[in-house]
């Protein structure tokens, strides 16, 4: 299973962004998605998930109300759309495909994509 991240770049603050991670070589439809983030010098964090059929999508805190995760099962792809940004949003995003038994804890994903950077200027 592969997992290819696009969508990256550079924005002001109050900007927005769209990420894009297609998924070849396995079953699509199977798998939570999820979308992880990792800053400089900073552990890598939790962003947001969506179950396999699409009904349920998870959050985390800080960016709930300005991100959101959705996903095209007959495309194979997964998409975060990221409002407000904010310079502390700014990392290498990841996307990941598994079963976790919570969707937040990035140890349930069983793939990962190359991750995309996502800079955001003050």
């Known amino acids: 299973v592969q997992l290819q991240a696009s969508g990256g770049g550079l924005v002001q603050a109050g900007g927005s962004l769209r990420l894009s991670c297609v998924v070849s070589g396995g079953t699509f439809s199977r798998y939570v998605m999820g979308w992880f983030r990792q800053a400089p010098g900073k552990e890598r964090e939790f962003v947001a998930a969506?179950?396999?059929?699409?009904?349920?999508?998870y959050y985390a805190d800080y960016v709930k109300g300005r991100f959101t995760i959705s996903r095209d099962n007959a495309k194979n792809t997964v998409t975060l759309q990221m409002n407000s940004l904010k310079p502390e949003d700014t990392a290498v995003y990841y996307c990941a495909a598994g079963r976790p038994v919570l969707a937040s804890m990035g140890r349930g994903y069983d793939y990962w994509g190359q991750g995309t950077q996502v800079t955001v200027s003050s």
């Open positions: 969506i179950n396999w059929i699409g009904g349920a999508t």
